[in-house]
Each structure stands twice: as C-alpha cells, then as structure tokens.
C-alpha cells in the first residue's frame, strides 16, 4: 500500500543553519504530496503541496520539490529560526478519501 | 473562515467506560476523519466520513466506533475503553470534490484511559 517514509525521527539545529528533512514516499501514479507543521498543543497545520514532478512548493521560507524519479519531497529551508520548533509531517494524497501520514520529524532550534 | 473544533480537549476515563468525541467542523467539507497520534506512528487513520450517515473503517478501528449525524457533526465512540487507547485524537475535514486537497485539522484530544 501506499506509504511516507520519515527517516529522522529528530533534528537539532541552531539558529540560521540550514535545515533539511527528509521525506520519501511510495505509490503509484503521480500522488499530490504534502507538509505539515505541527506546534505544541495545535493540530498540524497545513504549509504547502506539490502534484507533478519538478514542482515545488513553498511556504514561510520552506521549500520542497517533489521529485518522481528519487520518490522524494524533501523540505528545506535556509535558515531556521528558534520560532521553527516544532514536528513536521510529510503525507501524501492519491486522489481518494486517503491521506498517509509519514511518521514526523521533531526539529529543535536552539538560540 | 474554515474552521474544525473538537470537544472536549481534554478527557480522562478509567478503564472500561465509555466515551464520546465530538468534531463540528462549518467548511461545507463532505470528508470527514478521525486520526489518532502516538510518539513514533504519527498519525493513523481511524473511521472517515463522506458525508451524512457514511461510516468508513480507515486504518486501525478496531475498539472504536463513529457516526456521522450531519455534515458538520462526526463523533467517534469508545465504548469499553482500554488504557491502550489512550493518545491525542484529532479530527479533520476535506472537500472531497477538489482533487487531493490537503486536510484541514481540529485543535485535538487528549484522553487519558486509566
């Protein structure tokens, strides 16, 4: 069945390094692809999508390229912020009622 | 503005008892879903909805039941529940008829089974 691979269980970072999570999925056809943020006592929170390959989304200085030939939607930013803090969820969409979650990835940013 | 709210956010039961989760969400969504979040699983699909009277089994149900009794309204049930249900529910909404629309989360959860 359709699944969303997570490998970093958790990452520590300080502020203004460079951050990369990493986000592999496995479906067939052309899934939409997803990335959620999640903070302390909120429900996660949707930050952006991508549906084709090459395609890349973006939201509040995070970025991810959906990538069909590597299976990969890995998100990025340039320079995180202590603000960052929180669990990132990756999930895929394969144009019925499912939503796959992957298994999030805590970030931690230190001042 | 979209909106889905959960009630109540926090709940505490013993083991055996009974409780119910309330969902309302006013976004005209037909997609319903209640997920279940747990330290190295993430989220996991438990029953969705799409639409009135719908009930679909999603992917870890057993133990749980829900109803959906409007558009808005979608409730999950625990009927006998078991310390091993304790964890944070969240509930969410989608519009089924946009491909893969990303959904739409409540604030959450968390019961306590003791």
């Known amino acids: 069945g359709d699944s969303v691979t997570q490998t970093e269980g958790q990452v520590a970072l300080s502020e203004e390094d460079f951050l990369t999570i990493h986000c592999n999925y496995s479906?067939?056809?052309?899934?939409?692809l997803f990335w959620y943020v999640q903070y302390p006592g909120e429900g996660p929170q949707f930050l952006f999508r991508?549906?084709?390959?090459?395609e890349k989304g973006s939201s509040r200085g995070f970025e991810a390229t959906y990538d069909k030939g590597t299976t990969s939607f890995h998100l990025r930013k340039a320079s995180v912020q202590e603000s960052d803090s929180a669990v990132y969820y990756c999930?895929?969409?394969?144009?019925?009622?499912?939503?796959?979650f992957g298994s999030g990835t805590r970030l931690l940013v230190s001042p | 503005e979209a909106a889905v709210t959960q009630s109540p956010r926090n709940k505490v039961t013993v083991t055996g008892g009974n409780v119910t989760l309330s969902c309302r969400q006013t976004?005209?969504?037909?997609?319903m879903y209640w997920y279940r979040q747990d330290t190295g699983h993430g989220l996991r699909l438990i029953h969705y909805?799409?639409?009135?009277?719908?009930?679909q089994i999603g992917d870890v149900p057993d133990g749980y039941k829900a109803t959906r009794t409007t558009q808005e309204d979608f409730f999950l049930l625990l009927e006998l529940a078991s310390p091993s249900q304790t964890s944070l529910y969240f509930c969410?909404?989608?519009?089924?008829?946009?491909?893969?629309?990303?959904?739409?989360f409540g604030e959450g959860t968390r019961l306590s089974v003791l």
């Open positions: 969410a909404s989608r519009d089924g008829s946009i491909n893969n629309q990303a959904p739409l």
């Open positions: 991508a549906s084709r390959d090459k």
């Open positions: 999930a895929l969409g394969t144009g019925g009622y499912k939503v796959v």
């Open positions: 976004n005209s969504h037909n997609y």
């Open positions: 909805s799409y639409g009135a009277g719908n009930l």
């Open positions: 479906a067939s056809g052309y899934p939409a």
